[in-house]
T-cell receptor, first 115, second 110 residues
Framework: DAGVIQSPRHEVTEMGQEVTLRCKPI?????LFWYRQTMMRGLELLIY????????DSGMPEDRFSAKMPNASFSTLKIQPSEPRDSAVYFC?????????????FGAGSRLTVL | GESVGLHLPTLSVQEGDNSIINCAYS??????FIWYKQESGKGPQFIID?????DKRQGQRVTVLLNKTVKHLSLQIAATQPGDSAVYFC?????????FGAGTRLTVKP
């Protein structure tokens, strides 16, 4: 099992540019979560999906952020336009429904720097 | 200007000693708790979990204690090793909403 796969691992962009982060969850996992980690705020839940449907997006900072899950094996988090305060590590995590526990498996993260 | 960030609590222990990392959670309705370990440049990794109907659970070299009265979790690591150096997060779950604490940085001195 390759685990949760995120890309890119690192991205440096300029303010105003569009950023797209990608995630491939573990096969068979039907929950997918996007988290953001910063020194200021720690680990924050942005949005999560169940069976490709967004369930709770109350953590998404503002309209510049959007997330999609077109199928069970792929999700994107998009920031448009990006701002320096969006600089953070973005983690994707997944888990299986009905596993009897809520253990998330995290990807390695995408480190975003907006200049 | 100078940025103000989270000041992670730090625990420094000698190799071979036992470590105790503490966490206060916020939601008395949380029914499930997890400890994660995050090494530099990696995502958080599951260590051990406990449900709210338990007060203690043991794993290999790790023990989690839950005190619901004061909403407190602790993680005990026996015979701490250099490879245990990392940031440790507690997480509380209620209705699929998993919230993470600020984390504690554990440093193991050889």
């Amino acid at each position: 099992d390759a685990g949760v796969i995120q890309s890119p691992r690192h991205e440096v962009t300029e303010m105003g540019q569009e950023v797209t982060l990608r995630c491939k969850p573990i096969s068979g996992h039907d929950y997918l979560f996007w988290y953001r980690q910063t020194m200021m705020r720690g680990l924050e839940l942005l949005i999560y999906f169940n069976n490709n449907v967004p369930i709770d997006d109350s953590g998404m900072p503002e309209d510049r952020f959007s997330a999609k899950m077109p199928n069970a094996s792929f999700s994107t988090l998009k920031i448009q336009p990006s701002e320096p305060r969006d600089s953070a590590v973005y983690f994707c995590a997944s888990r299986r429904q009905g596993s009897g526990a809520n253990v998330l498996t995290f990807g390695a993260g995408s480190r975003l720097t907006v200049l | 200007g100078e940025s103000v960030g989270l000041h992670l609590p730090t625990l420094s222990v000698q190799e071979g000693d036992n470590s105790i990392i503490n966490c206060a959670y916020s939601n008395s309705a949380s029914d499930y708790f997890i400890w994660y370990k995050q090494e530099s440049g990696k995502g958080p990794q599951f260590i051990i979990d406990i449900r709210s109907n338990m007060d203690k659970r043991q794993g290999q070299r790790v023990t989690v204690l839950l005190n619901k009265t004061v909403k407190h979790l602790s993680l005990q690591i026996a015979a701490t090793q250099p490879g245990d150096s990392a940031v440790y997060f507690c997480a509380e779950n209620y209705n699929n909403d998993m919230r993470f604490g600020a984390g504690t940085r554990l440093t193991v001195k050889p």
